[in-house]
């Protein structure tokens, strides 16, 4: 009996530690690993064009569900594309996913095209007298104006009148053939007669003086018939 009383003691001692031993929780379980960061790269080739040229973008992303850039938009993932900036740009990229945003740029310069090359100078009225006016020519022992040279004469007279500071001398020259005396008063008739057109055409008559070189200040020295006819002129000099 006593024997049995000490093996009912024991069994209740077991019980009650077993009973007093506290029960331990299972560890968690580990937390899913964050999503990765986007990656982004944009380039540009060339990064220098002229104006009007274009170049090549070429863009790249990992991690990334929506890519853009600005002044284009969306685009995929990975790509290129050619574009024709007007100036000088920086492009963005942006990379988005579900690990945050990424960013990515790449600059294009355009060259300004050259200024334009400088206006040529304007001329001076003695030089626009020069290109514009032209001598009258006659014929053999005449002093009166040639059909053929009527257009001239207006034009000159045109000229005239609007240049109405310019003042002229109008030489008459004549061919060798005929005496010193008689070419002088033929160079006088022809320096007149170019004279008198002018003013009936509206040109001022003080502002042309006349002289007669006869046959003494040739243009052409040989003795024919085309160096006659060059000789035989009104000739207009600028007066400064």
Known sequence: MRRFLTLVFMLSIILFVGACKKKVAPPPPPPPPAPAAPTASLSANPNTIDKGQSTTLTWQTTNATEVSIDGIGPVE????????????????????????????????????????????????????????????YFEYDKADIRADQQAALQADAQFLQQHPN????????????????YNLALGTNRA?????????????????????????????????????????????????
């Open 166 to 181: 310019i003042h002229i001398t109008i030489e008459g020259h004549c061919d060798e053939r005929g005496s010193t005396e």
């Open 77 to 136: 993932t990975s790509g290129s594309k050619s574009v024709t900036p007007a100036d000088s740009t920086t492009y963005r990229l942006s990379a988005k996913g579900t690990g945050g945003t990424q960013d990515a740029t790449a600059r294009v310069t355009v060259n300004a095209p050259p200024p334009p090359p400088p206006p040529p100078p304007s001329l001076t009225e003695q030089q626009l007298f020069a290109q514009s006016v032209k001598d009258i």
């Open 192 to 240: 007149d007669a170019v004279k008198n057109a002018l003013v009936q055409g509206g040109v001022g008559g003080d502002r042309i003086k006349t002289i007669s070189y006869g046959k003494e200040k040739p243009f052409c020295t040989e003795s024919n018939d085309s160096c006659w006819q060059q000789n035989r002129r009104g000739h207009f000099v600028y007066e400064q």
